[in-house]
């Protein structure tokens, strides 16, 4: 059973057919004025290249510190698997997927790293936040090493 507002959890909800056509939604921060990190991580991420069509992957780890509201977790994971059939840069979508989470919940700060799995021989990392972190937040590392080979 969904809560108030919320159109997709609690019911069989199909893919998204774009990011554009994703519906991020969010709900009250239970703990407003706390400063606390909620993290999300995605560790099977896909997308597609622009040019050739063959699929991309990445492990996403997105921090972020709420304010009013919290992204509902269901919703991101309908937004973040619309991306497995766009075609974009590993650039284009690590940032378009920060950018739209603080369209969606307008959070205190929020960070994401894009940790992508190397095509042609070269793993390309990509890092955005929306500025420097809150002071006396407990920011635990990524934990998602660099590419180091086979």
């Keep these: 059973m969904s809560g108030p507002g919320l ?9 998204p057919s774009s990011p554009e056509a994703a519906v991020l939604e ?9 400063l606390y990190l909620v993290r999300f991580a995605a560790p099977e991420f896909t997308s597609l290249c622009p040019i050739t069509g063959q699929p991309d992957f990445a492990h996403m780890v997105i921090d972020y510190v709420p304010e009013g509201s919290l992204v509902e977790s269901k919703s991101l994971k309908l937004f973040l698997g619309a991306f497995r059939n766009h ?6 979508c690590t940032i378009a997927i920060g950018k739209r989470l603080v369209a969606a919940c307008a959070p205190r700060w929020l960070r994401i790293g894009g940790y992508w799995y190397p095509r042609g021989g070269i793993p390309i990392d990509v890092f955005w936040q929306t500025g420097a972190p809150p002071e006396g937040l407990w920011l635990p590392d990524q934990g998602v090493p660099s590419y180091r080979g086979r």
Excluded at 26 to 34: A, E, F, I, L, T
Excluded at 87 to 92: I, K, L, Y
């Design 7 to 15: 159109t997709q959890l609690g019911q069989q909800t199909p893919l």
């Design 87 to 92: 075609g974009a840069f590993h650039e284009d």
């Design 26 to 34: 969010v709900v009250p921060n239970p703990h407003p004025g706390s």
